[in-house]
């Protein structure tokens, strides 16, 4: 995956420090290793950032606790997404959510993946600084403006802008970091602005860094960021495991949909974040983020991977049928049976 992250010396430097310092690996059993122990759940690790797009990461895992699923699922947390790269090339764990194109240039590099679900509709945003005078991304021009990563779907939603506004792709200076040092580096000028999911952008607006340029639904409706990605030889191995996670995702986000309050509540404590945003991006507008309707289609999927051939991010064309697996999406989809600590409530 090296040729994945083609960045100055610096800026590849500063990565793999950041990923080091940030991945702290949980200590907890694996797949399949209860399975001696009869009547024990067996457990297992997902990736996930602190970023609403996966929200129904941590939900699962709270869920999973007295759930009837026969699995157990253990959130694990990073802060970026080439360790996260790293974890599923290792397979230190074996289902993580990932950005949509980065998920189909690994598939494209020969890591053995499935798309399985997403992680939720729209919820990014372009955040400029508050004083910026930049009405449209023309006015960024020359500009230097965080994304998550080159193969993020954030980044493609920009470059499709910057070609729509018939700007150069080089018009504007793009620069990957991790979501939680975006506001901090608008704030002290290090950037001009950033496209990331929530809760970074609300952070931004809340704490008086940044406003809103554009919303991503209002460039690329029914936007997709990440996607729910598994392993190939978890699929095989462990085909149950898989059906209830993304069973478990999926009520997870039915859930969330209608307790906003309680969802925001409930993965700031995973997060380690200040419930106060969390739930600003998940009540102030119900448009600023869904979660449901979650089950990709090859269209739009294609849709992603054509604005990454078109921009030489991908070399080949990924037949979508190869990628995605929805077989596991259950037909009926009931909001999780979630009861919080009165705390949270």
Known sequence: MKK?????????????????LRFNVLTIKDV?????????KKSLNVGYLPVTCHLTCPVTDFASKSSSSTT????QRFSDFPTVVSALQTKKIQASFMLAPLAMKMKEDGLPIKICYLGHRDGSELIVD?????????????????????YSNQHFVLLKLLEKQGLAENAINFIPLPPPDMPTALATG???GFFVGEPF??????????RVLYFARDIWPDFISCVLVVHEDLIKEQPKVVKDLVKGIAESGAWAQLHRKEAAKLAAVYYRQDPRILNYVLTSSPRRVSYVKLKPSEQELQ???DVGLKMGFLKKK???????????????????DIKLDKSMQ
């Open 190 to 192: 290090a950037i001009d």
């Open 201 to 210: 952008c609300a952070k931004a607006e809340i704490e008086n860094i940044g």
């Open 4 to 20: 994945i992250y083609q960045l100055p010396a610096v800026l590849v430097t500063i990565l793999i420090i950041l990923g080091i």
């Open 130 to 150: 508050k004083f910026s005078k930049a009405k449209n991304l023309r006015d960024m021009v020359g500009k230097k403006i965080a994304i998550p990563s080159f």
């Open 32 to 40: 399949g290793e209860n399975s001696a122990q009869s009547g024990e």
């Open 72 to 75: 157990i699922f253990k959130s």
């Open 303 to 305: 849709e992603i991977a």
């Open 318 to 336: 990924i037949e979508m049928s190869t990628l995605l697996d929805v077989s596991f999406v259950p037909e009926h989809i009931l909001p999780a």
